[in-house]
C-alpha cells in the first residue's frame, strides 16, 4: 500500500467531468485499483456545468491530465472536442471515457465492454433469440449496440415512457447498423407481459428503481419472467432492484449493473494505465463499502 506523501510531481492524473457529480462511485473504484497495484495515480471527481465543458478541457489539456470518465451531460457534447473517435462509441453516439496521448484526446464508450461481460456467460442462449430492452436513452444505445454487433440477437422489443423515443433509437441503429428487427412499445405494464414473457433477455436500461426510488419497476407482474429466462438490470444502486427480485422470485438468472460498472471501469482503466483492474479484488472492498 502507498503511503500518503505518495502524491508528488510525478503522480498522474485521472478524473471525471459532469454536472451533478457528487453521487460518482467512479473515483472509489479507480482510487481503491491505484492503491491495490501501488500505482501513482489519483481519480478525482470534476464537476463540469453544462456550458463549462469547452473551459474545462483547455484546462485539463493544460495540466497534463492523463485522463478522464464523462457523464451526463457532456457523453454526447464531447465529441467535436476529440481528435478520435472509437467504433463503437461512434455508433452508440457517447463517449464515456477519453485519453489524452500527448495533447491529442481519443473518446471511447467502455459501458459497451461492460455490457459485453456482463451478458458473456450466456452468448449462446442470447444469439438468434428475442430480446427485450426497456429505455431509450444512453445507457439502452450501447445495450442495443452489444446486443447487435457481439451477441446477434434476433429480434429486439424496446419498451420505452416516452414510445416515440423508442421510435426514434429504431431508426437510429436502423441507419447506423442497417438492423430493422425492432418492435416498439410504450410502458403500460399489462400490455406487455406476453412481450417479457417471451423474450429470453430483458434488461433494465432505465433509471427506473435506482436508489432512492427503490420501490419503482417497470413491472410488478409476476408472470412477466419465468426460469427460461436472464434478466439485467443496469442499476447498481441499489445492488439488487426490485425488478431483478421479482424475476429471481421466478426462477430466472439475473445480472446486476455492479458487473458491468466495474467491468466499464476496468476497460477505462486499462486504457489510462495500459494495465489490468484487479477486479474481483475492486468488487469485494466497493461491496463492502456499499453496504456500510
Ligand atoms: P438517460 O439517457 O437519461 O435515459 C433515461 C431512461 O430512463 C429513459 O429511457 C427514460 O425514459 C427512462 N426513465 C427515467 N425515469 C423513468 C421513470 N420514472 N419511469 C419510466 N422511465 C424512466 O440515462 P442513461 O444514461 O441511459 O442511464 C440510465 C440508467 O443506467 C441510470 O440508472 C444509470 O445509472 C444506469 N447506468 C449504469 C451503468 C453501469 O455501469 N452499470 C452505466 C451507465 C448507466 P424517457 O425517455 O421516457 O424519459
Known sequence: MQSLNKFNHNTKIIGVIGHPIKHSFSPL??????????????????DVPINGLKDALKGMLA??????????????????????????????GAIN????????????NTDVTGIVESLNPYKDEIAGATVTVIGAGGAARAVIFAL??????????????????????????????????FK?????????????RSSKLIV???????????????????ES??????????????????LLKIAEGQGARTINGLQMFIEQAA??????????????????TLISYLNS
Not at 419472467?225 to 426490485?242: A, C, E, R, W
Open 29 to 46: 473504484i479507480h482510487n481503491i485499483a491505484f492503491e491495490l497495484l501501488d500505482q501513482n495515480y489519483i481519480y478525482l471527481p470534476f
Open 63 to 92: 495540466l497534463g491530465i492523463k485522463g478522464f470518465n464523462v457523464t451526463l451531460p457532456h457523453k454526447e457534447k464531447i465529441f467535436p472536442f476529440l481528435k478520435e473517435i472509437s467504433d463503437e462509441a461512434g455508433i452508440v
Open 97 to 108: 471515457t477519453v485519453v489524452n496521448e500527448d495533447g491529442i484526446l481519443h473518446g471511447y
Open 148 to 181: 447487435i454487433r457481439t451477441f446477434k440477437v434476433g429480434h429486439i422489443n424496446i419498451i420505452n415512457r416516452t414510445e416515440q423515443k423508442g421510435e426514434s433509437l429504431k431508426e437510429y441503429f436502423s441507419s447506423k447498423m442497417l438492423y430493422n428487427e
Open 184 to 196: 416498439t412499445y410504450s410502458l403500460l405494464p399489462p400490455d406487455l407481459v406476453e412481450v417479457f
Open 204 to 222: 433494465n436500461a432505465t433509471s427506473m428503481g435506482m436508489s432512492p426510488e427503490i420501490d419503482d419497476s417497470a413491472t410488478t407482474i409476476k
Open 225 to 242: 419472467f419465468n426460469s427460461d429466462q436472464i434478466v439485467f438490470d443496469v442499476i447498481y444502486t441499489p445492488i439488487k432492484t426490485k
Open 267 to 284: 476497460k477505462s482503466f486499462e486504457l489510462w494505465t495500459g494495465e489490468k483492474m484487479p477486479t474481483d479484488k475492486v468488487k469485494k
